[in-house]
Every structure is written in structure tokens, then in C-alpha cells.
């Protein structure tokens, strides 16, 4: 078995049966299993995120004063080199220079 090939495992799941009409009726039969794949992934990452969020509102929330106001002294260094960046590539804009990829 090639090493490209993903592990499938099949699982059962009991839906309300008006959910499986409306899919059925929207959804090909050969994509119904991509799309709840899609689906099911989408929704782990989400909620990854707000984990990930919460961790971060915990960590800003527990900072020291001294802490925020060197961050915020830090940041307000990068910003002049953020406008600048910012201008330069609006100005090949307005050149018409092609976007770079």
C-alpha cells in the first residue's frame, strides 16, 4: 500500500432523518461522503480555534502591565515598518506591476 494513501475507518452515525433528506436531495450520492469529510474537518478546525482562542485570552489576561506596555511599545516600532511595506506594494499597484503570488 503506497505511503500516499490516507487510513479510512468507517464509522456510523444516526442523523434526523429530515437532515438526510435535505443532503440527499443537494448532494450527488459519489460526493456525499467528501462533503460530510469536509464538513466534519471544518468544524473540528473551529473549534481548535476557539480553544486556541481562549488560550490566548487567558495568556493576555494574566500578563503583567510592564508585559502589555512592552508589547505595545514593540508593536508601535514594527508599525512604521508596516506602513512602509503597505505603501510600497500600493505603489506597484497603482504601477501596474503584477501581484505577486
Not at 512592552?70 to 505603501?87: G, P, S, Y
Request: charged share 40%; aromatic share 8%.
Amino acid at each position: 500500500m503506497p505511503a500516499s494513501r490516507r487510513q479510512y475507518e468507517v464509522v456510523s452515525v444516526s442523523l434526523p432523518r429530515d437532515l438526510v433528506r435535505r443532503a440527499n436531495a443537494v448532494i450527488p450520492k459519489a460526493r456525499r461522503s467528501r462533503v460530510i469529510t469536509h464538513m466534519l474537518t471544518s468544524f473540528l478546525g473551529s473549534i481548535e480555534r476557539k480553544q486556541m482562542e481562549r488560550a490566548y485570552e487567558t495568556y493576555y489576561s494574566q500578563r503583567s502591565g510592564r508585559e502589555a506596555k512592552e508589547e505595545r511599545d514593540f508593536l508601535a516600532d514594527w508599525k512604521i515598518t508596516d506602513d512602509e511595506a503597505w505603501a510600497i506594494l500600493e505603489k506597484d499597484d497603482l504601477n501596474g506591476r503584477r501581484k505577486a503570488r
